[in-house]
Structures are given as structure tokens and as C-alpha cells.
């Protein structure tokens, strides 16, 4: 009776956790919200979409005119890319940053655009996701 009790409880309290990238993601997503205003990373995602030749995709992208928080946020090996999503050869601007243990960022997109990038992925607007591995 008490290991059935046991059970339940530990079944119960490890429904509710996190994934640690989920958190990861979640705090990540909470400082980007609070250092650039997404219809500035919008416009700028997509003007530097039309502007890049296909045959640069997949490369790391110039920052020189991004918005401050996305140049903020140039450190500790992140990438920023232009990538083809989906069979639709849509592009898409990705942040990327992590290691060994998981990879997180956002993708930004036209308004109608919907992340599949990694495991868990978050809503902001227009077209602009957080996402984790």
C-alpha cells in the first residue's frame, strides 16, 4: 500500500517538471522579450531574408544592421542564419546557441510562418518563435 502511494506521488510530481531546455528556453525567451521589440527583429529579419542571394543560405549572416538585442546577443558561439524550412523552400532568419547538451534560439519568419525547429517550441508573434533541443 505505501509503495503504491510512493508511486503515485513520484508519477504525479514528474508529470509537472520541466525539461531543463524547456526552462533554458523559457528564460531565454523572457530576456529577448525584454531587450528587442519584435516588429523591429521582424522588419529587419525579413528585409535581410529578400536581400540575401539563395546561395549564401546555411552561412552565418552580418549583424551590422540587426537590432542592438540581436547583436547583444552574439556571444558564446551563437549562429545566425539564413535557412530553407519545410518543402516550400521558405527562409527564415535562426538564432542559434548552445553545446553539447541542446541548442535553443528563435526563428523569425513571415507572419504566417510556424517553428518545427527542435523539441519544444514557443509563440511569440508574427511569425517569431523560441525554440530548444
Request: hydrophobic share 40%; charged share 15%.
Amino acid at each position: 500500500m505505501k509503495l503504491s502511494f510512493v508511486i503515485i506521488i513520484i508519477a504525479v510530481a514528474c508529470t509537472s517538471c520541466k525539461r531543463p531546455a524547456d526552462v533554458r528556453m523559457e528564460k531565454f525567451a523572457s530576456s529577448v522579450r525584454q531587450t528587442i521589440a519584435p516588429g523591429e527583429l521582424e522588419t529587419w529579419a525579413l528585409k535581410t531574408i529578400s536581400d540575401t542571394p539563395h546561395e549564401r543560405n546555411f552561412t552565418d549572416i552580418s549583424t551590422n544592421n540587426a537590432p542592438k538585442g540581436v547583436r547583444d546577443l552574439m556571444t558564446n558561439f551563437a549562429t545566425l542564419q539564413i535557412v530553407e524550412v519545410g518543402s516550400s523552400n521558405n527562409a527564415v532568419v535562426l538564432y542559434a546557441r548552445g553545446g553539447g547538451f541542446g541548442h535553443w534560439g528563435f526563428a523569425v519568419g513571415a507572419p504566417t510562418y510556424i517553428c518545427d525547429f527542435g523539441h519544444t517550441q514557443e509563440h511569440w508573434t508574427n511569425g517569431i518563435w523560441f525554440w530548444t533541443e
